[in-house]
């Protein structure tokens, strides 16, 4: 699956469909603290949600028999979270969706026209302000990578600003 | 594709988990596309990343990834496995147009800009050519000549480290502002340039600047920035000592702004290990290499990168 994607966006454009970012309705996210190797519906709400307490300095919940504590963290000021899924290519060639693409084949010629026949649609499934952080037995902590690398917009923006001319 | 021929429900499609910045749903009310996610030239590693490009507004996003061992999403009803978070952040497209620049600058002479930004390997960067302002841009770092009412530029490596100065002096004042404390980070390092104690606070701040900024230049430019910069050269060839002997900073631990701490991270989790239970060290068992780099932070290289989009 991912190989495909690779060659997806190797010399094509993978289009965000706009309108699904003000459509996207609220969705609930944990990240937990291990590894479940698949992608597919499972029933959180019957065995996970039912199961969350408020505990002293936090969330608990278990699962698989583990005790996880866990706290909600929010998404960073000026961003939003999504949740996004790609669209199969053959709803591409199915003619209505390319019309809402017409204005912006005006405005970028492409070299590879021909090409862009390939081109791919994500859109978002639905939207979040926070999530909620799980670790196996502790709150993470300070430390934690996930809350390292939500403090990057902020730094990434003075990295990028534009610097004034002499 | 053929991947994902087991959820023509849409189902089981890989869902990315993504923050945005906020401006892009106000938007797309006014544009009904023109937010496209193109591979483009990574300007340090000279290989392939993800861009965020948005027709429209004619703005540059990089895309940056969390990833950590051992983690998966709940989304709504469904799991996904390997708790990815995609970042788009604002990018300086300067620094793409500067690979390109360097590249030509190999020829030693003025070169209108359609000529400078070619590449086989990723032909979307004839989209750079579109961006707005795109001559007061160029100023910073190029020499230009107009014949004919037409541009010509040349790389100007003295320009370049002027403005590279400026860029370190800002990323400085966001360290400041984030309270991000880069003494932990100096202090790793400072084993390699030999010379710690001498480290003043404003040189950590510069070294730990330039660091960042090193992720978007090369490594050649890079070695010239830290000249120009008056950085200790660190000298690659003393072994790294283990992590356990490393001394923390003798910084107040309430002033270790959490970004901090992402990166100097094996220090600490070294520190940590002592205190967690035998489920917490099984699962502890993180990846330590490399450091340095933002791509670290966020603990995926750009190959793997790109097969998550």
Redesign the interface.
Known sequence: MESSDEVAVHKHRIHLRTATLRDAAPVTLHLLPCEVPVNQPAPVGRFFTPAIRQGLGGLEVSFRGRKLRGEEVSVPPGLVGYVMVMEDKHDFSEGSENNEEQGEQELVESPEALERDFDCFIGATASFSRFTLWGLETIPGPDAKVRGALTWPSLAAAIHAQVPED | ????GDGAD?????????????Y??D???K?????????LVNPCSGE?A?Y?FN?CLQQLF?I?V?K????????????????L?H?A????PLFLLLHYLIKADKEGKFQPLDQVVVDDKF??C??LL?LPELE??L??VTEEREIDKKKYYKFSKEKTL??LE??VN??V???KT?N?NVGARVQSTAFFSGDQVSSGKEEDYIRYAHG??SD?ISKELSDDLSKYLKLPEPSASLPKPPSKKVKLSDEPVEA????????S?DL??EK?NSKM?A??KA?AK?DKSGMKS?DS???VKNKKR????
């Open positions: 594709m053929a991947g994902r849409g189902a089981r499609a890989r869902q990315h988990v993504f923050l945005l910045p906020e892009l749903k938007a797309s009310k544009m009904k596309s023109g937010l496209m996610f193109i591979k392939g993800i965020l027709i990089e940056k969390f950590e061992k051992h983690h998966s999403w709940f989304i709504n009803q469904s799991v996904q496995s390997g708790g978070l970042f952040t604002p990018m300086d032909p979307n004839i989209l579109k007061k841009l100023r910073h002027k403005w400026k860029k800002q990323t004042a966001a360290l984030n991000v960042l900024i978007y270790k702004e959490d970004y901090t701490k992402f990166n991270k600490k989790t940590k239970t489920a917490q699962l993180v933002i932070f966020f603990g790109i097969g998550k989009i």
